[in-house]
């Protein structure tokens, strides 16, 4: 999308913490990815619409992850409608990532054709994308779909086929089962729930546990994500992501930090008992 300020570049917009291939393909495509917080103050959702004016102005694209990777926050509709009016306001294309669409706790998280089902405008400045990967736990597989503005589709469509993105047939047959089924999701989700079931019993009054609305995270804060990282690798044997490895920009000013880097992100992936085995190491050392 060429920038509307002549000469400048478009610009990415773009939540921090953030998911890394954003930042990337945002520079692969001769764009200047801007990171927005999302801190605990602003509910880990980026604030788009306080951005100045310049960038705005510039803005060819945003990303919004719900449920967020790596803080599981869930955007609810109202923040879905205000960020799709301010990406038609300002002219700029939404992209919403709902990898984590089907892992929640308590009522499905609302998705952006639901907010737009009465809207005369339809999908227009909108696309999401959409993976098996976390629904299905099958990373491997590396499919998914992509829906929105037919424009966009039409382009998408486009790309893909320059680029030789085709899936094989029998990946194809596999996710058409997959889709199709939601039994194992729901069984899954109730995995996800025990375990969050345990990590709250080790953590609750402690290190900013929340229980997330969406993902299989916790965030935990620790004050120097990269030492507590160190430190639990080097005394339980459990890895953990520091928090300033998804974080970029936008240092705050009174501790010099990067939004995500008093964090560790633990990923809830291994079977129960592993995972409750690695909690309980974790909640130990901490």
Known sequence: VPSSVSGAKPTVLMPDPFYQVYAGAAVLAGAEPVFVAARAETGFLPDFEALPRDVLERAALAYLCTPANPQGTVADRAYLRRLLDLARREDFVLAIDACYGDIYTGDPPPGIFEVCADDPLGADHFIAFHSLSKRSNVPGLRSGFVAGDAALIS???RLRSYSGGASPLPVLETATALWNDEVHVDESRALYQRKFDRAEKLFAGKNGFYRPAGGFY???EVGD???AAQRLWRETGVKVMPGGYLSRSDLDTDTGQAPG???IRI???HEPEVTEAALARVAAVL
Do not use: I, S
């Open 155 to 157: 382009d998408y469509a």
């Open 218 to 220: 916790l965030w935990l």
């Open 225 to 227: 994500g990269e030492d």
């Open 261 to 263: 880097a008093p964090y």
């Open 267 to 269: 990923a809830l992936v």
